[in-house]
């Protein structure tokens, strides 16, 4: 495995780990009640710890990384989101949500090049 | 007062959508600030504990994470994932003005376009009837 293939493993992997961090911050919000103690709730928990494992993963695969390649795909993160919303929360997943995420993908793509 | 294109959503629910999009919009500003700041107190890094707890930037950068997450959790609360989470990019447009205006990084044409296409994405997800 070339090193470059090995950081955009790595960096891939923490896309997909954070969009699923995010998934169970939404789950544990569900949660929350007026008190404090409320976002101590186990989903939300491991939504913050995902979050944690995904920014191991891509400060490792980083490391020694193309950043113009490895940047732009962090962002794959919000299609895994897309995916997560629709099976996880029955979500509409409208024309204009597609669109939008679209050029959003295609605008950072851009800042990598430019980076 | 409502006009006929907006009576798909009910009053309160438009309301707790543009919280949560404010919310969003909002963790965007400080998790730009945040990454700047871990960046400042990084290239001062040194791994003896003292010098640790005295890094102020790496510490008020962790710190506006931790910030960034709960405010996220509150809008997530009210608000859809599929909409709330890709406007997140728009952080990338605040680390590269900042990048241009407090790290003296030239402008390029690539990410001139690039921040442009973020924000025209953003407005595009944000828009109002994208229930």
């Known amino acids: 495995m070339t090193p470059l293939v090995r950081s955009m493993l790595l960096v891939f992997t923490a896309s997909v780990i954070g969009s699923l961090g995010m998934a169970f911050l939404k789950m544990g919000s569900a949660h929350l009640t007026r008190s404090l103690w409320s976002f101590l709730n186990p989903k939300l928990l491991f939504g913050i710890a995902l979050f944690l494992g995904s920014s191991v993963f891509y400060a490792w695969g980083i490391k020694d990384g193309q950043l113009s390649v490895l940047y732009p795909m962090v962002s794959l993160g919000y299609v895994w989101g897309l995916l997560w919303a629709k099976l996880f929360f029955n979500e509409a997943l409208t024309k204009q949500k597609f669109m939008g995420l679209g050029l959003i993908l295609l605008g950072v793509c851009f800042v990598g090049l430019g980076s | ?131």
């Not at chain 2, 506006?64 to 009210?78: E, R």
């Open chain 2, 1 to 131: 007062m409502s006009t006929p294109a907006t009576i798909a959503l009910p009053q309160p629910e438009r309301g707790a959508r543009r919280t949560s999009i404010l919310l969003v919009f909002t963790c965007t500003i400080l998790g730009a600030a945040a990454q700047l700041l871990i960046k400042t107190g990084m290239s001062h890094f040194s791994p003896h504990w003292m010098a640790l707890v005295t890094n102020v930037p790496l510490i008020a950068g962790y710190t506006l994470y931790g910030i960034n997450t709960l405010l996220m959790v509150l809008a997530l609360k009210n608000g859809e994932m599929s909409l709330l989470y890709p406007i997140i990019a728009l952080t990338y447009v605040w680390t590269t003005l900042l990048s241009y205006t407090l790290l003296g990084e030239p402008s390029n044409i690539y990410k001139n376009v690039g921040i442009i296409t973020i924000v025209l994405g953003v407005a595009v997800m944000g828009r109002r009837g994208n229930k």
